[in-house]
């Protein structure tokens, strides 16, 4: 029993030092581990989200969507997931904006049969 240990022990610092000197002598990059979207990740980690950039609220964006709160649905999206704050940067944007339209749109309205009723 003693023996086993010692010869597991002996390999495990064996495969240790390979893998120390693998890491020095390569120029290559090492591999990050494979994430899932959903699911568990293969590393065991709890982020699921694939990240590429920062992710912060942005007014930009949110303009962007008040002008065509169509097209930030879409990407509303496209980006939930990945990037959750600018995604909810857009949605309110592009509330505000569909809110912003009706009124116009209904202002513009009121005044035709103003001037229909006026005649």
């Known amino acids: 029993m003693k023996e086993e240990k010692e010869k597991n022990s002996a390999a495990l610092n064996a495969a240790q030092e390979e893998n120390k000197e693998g890491e020095q002598g390569s120029t290559e990059q ?5 994430r899932a979207v959903f699911g568990v ?3 065991g980690g709890t982020d699921m989200r ?3 950039g920062k992710d912060k609220y942005s007014f930009l964006w949110g303009l962007l969507s008040f002008f065509a709160p169509l097209v930030a649905f879409a990407l509303r999206n496209l980006w939930r997931r990945n990037y959750p ?3 909810k940067s857009m949605l309110i ?4 904006g569909i809110i912003f339209y009706l009124a116009l749109f209904a202002t513009a309205i009121a ?9």
């Open 85 to 87: 704050l600018r995604a």
């Open 111 to 119: 005044l035709i049969c103003v001037k229909v009723l006026i005649r």
């Open 93 to 96: 944007g592009s509330i505000l």
């Open 50 to 52: 694939l990240r590429f």
């Open 41 to 43: 990740s293969s590393d």
């Open 30 to 34: 090492r591999e990050e581990p494979v």
